[in-house]
Structures are given as C-alpha cells and as structure tokens.
T-cell receptor, first 113, second 112 residues
Framework: DAGVTQSPTHLIKTRGQHVTLRCSPISGHKSVSWYQQVLGQGPQFIFQYYEKEERGRGNFPDRFSARQFPNYSSELNVNALLLGDSALYLC????????????FGPGTRLTVT | DAKTTQPNSMESNEEEPVHLPCNHSTISGTDYIHWYRQLPSQGPEYVIHGLTSNVNNRMASLAIAEDRKSSTLILHRATLRDAAVYYCILRDERGTASKLTFGTGTRLQVTL
C-alpha cells in the first residue's frame, strides 16, 4: 500500500519568494495535517484539514496557508519566504477527524537562501 | 497543551530491553499518551498510545504509572533499526483539532 507521499523532496528558494508543497494522503484518509520541523527540534503543528475544511491552526503567521482538495490531497503555501522558514515540512494523514494514529510522509526539505 | 519531559539521549546494546521514560506531571484526565519515533531522514512513525492501562502491540509496550504522571515505553529487544528519536506526546482527545505537540524527544542509540 502506498503511504503518504510528498513533493517535491527538496527545494531551494530565495528570500521573498513563494513556495507550494504538496501532499497525497493514504487512500481513504480524509484528514491531513502539516508540520514544520526545524533542525534539531521536534515537529511543530501548522494546520489540520478534514473533509476540505480547516479544523486546526498552529502558531504560524498568515504567510502560511493551506487547502485540501476534493480528492483529499493538500497543498501548503508559504509566501514572502524568510531564512527561518528553512525546515523539513511534514504531512500526516489519518482516516478520521480524530483517529489515534497519524501516518507521516517523508517530508519536503525547504532551504531558503 | 500539557508538557512532557524526556531525557535527551539514551544508549542500549542490541538485543537488550530498553526503557524510555517520560514525565508528564500536569497531565489532565482527557489526555492520551502517545509515542512516536523518527528514524533518520524519515517522518515520525506511530509507536503506541494509551490512557490509563498498560498497552502492548507488535512494536512496543507502554507502561503507565497509576497516577498517570509518568509513563515508560519499553522496547523488549532493541535492534539497530530501533535507533531513532522517540517522542512522548500528550494529546487532548476532546478538541476538534487533532494536533500532536512534539517536544525534543529522546535520541536512542543502539550499539552491537
């Protein structure tokens, strides 16, 4: 069975640019969450979407936005990139709104120069 | 979110049991205790979760103190593939958002 997939694997952007990261959840999973993991730290929650609606938002600026599509895939958008946005961006899916087990993808490594 | 405290790092020999401790003295009655691990260059992976009773699955066991202020993840026979960062997380099941609040975790090293 295919797990959570994310694209691209790696990305290099310049300060001030915009980036779009993509996530495909496990087939049948309706909930997608996004996390940011800075080097040496644990992942930090950014957003959760369930049935195409935002169900949770972490403490991130409005430069960060996301959406979920009818096929339950999701995009994370970051505008006006800062050096501090350099991180591993992880997507996680689960079957329901509050299913216990989340399945994480391998992440997208974003480097902002 | 209630906070957890874990040792920064631990070492174990291969084939030996490993006990990874976690303190969560401010846990509330609706908080579940979740454990995830993150292998090098991978996303986190679910290990186990529990509320009050000890739990076992194919990967590990979770021992929860009677007062629920601490818990221990038990790997019965560590292998080199178990080398990872292990995160102990409290999750309030009441809310509509299902976020996980990760700390810095315990880095487990397994040696031959």
């Amino acid at each position: 069975d295919a797990g959570v997939t994310q694209s691209p694997t790696h990305l290099i952007k310049t300060r001030g640019q915009h980036v779009t990261l993509r996530c495909s959840p496990i087939s049948g999973h309706k909930s997608v969450s996004w996390y940011q993991q800075v080097l040496g730290q644990g992942p930090q929650f950014i957003f959760q979407y369930y049935e195409k609606e935002e169900r949770g938002r972490g403490n991130f600026p409005d430069r960060f936005s996301a959406r979920q599509f009818p096929n339950y895939s999701s995009e994370l958008n970051v505008n006006a990139l800062l050096l501090g946005d350099s991180a591993l961006y992880l997507c996680a899916s689960r079957w329901g709104q509050s299913s216990y087990e989340q399945y994480f993808g391998p992440g997208t490594r974003l480097t902002v120069t | 979110d209630a906070k957890t405290t874990q040792p920064n790092s631990m070492e174990s020999n291969e084939e030996e049991p490993v006990h990874l401790p976690c303190n969560h003295s401010t846990i509330s009655g609706t908080d579940y205790i979740h454990w995830y691990r993150q292998l090098p260059s991978q996303g986190p992976e679910y290990v186990i979760h529990g509320l009050t009773s000890n739990v076992n699955n194919r990967m590990a066991s979770l021992a929860i103190a009677e007062d629920r202020k601490s818990s221990t993840l038990i790997l019965h026979r560590a292998t080199l593939r178990d080398a990872a960062v292990y995160y102990c997380i409290l999750r309030d099941e009441r809310g509509t958002a299902s976020k996980l609040t990760f700390g810095t975790g315990t880095r487990l090293q397994v040696t031959l």
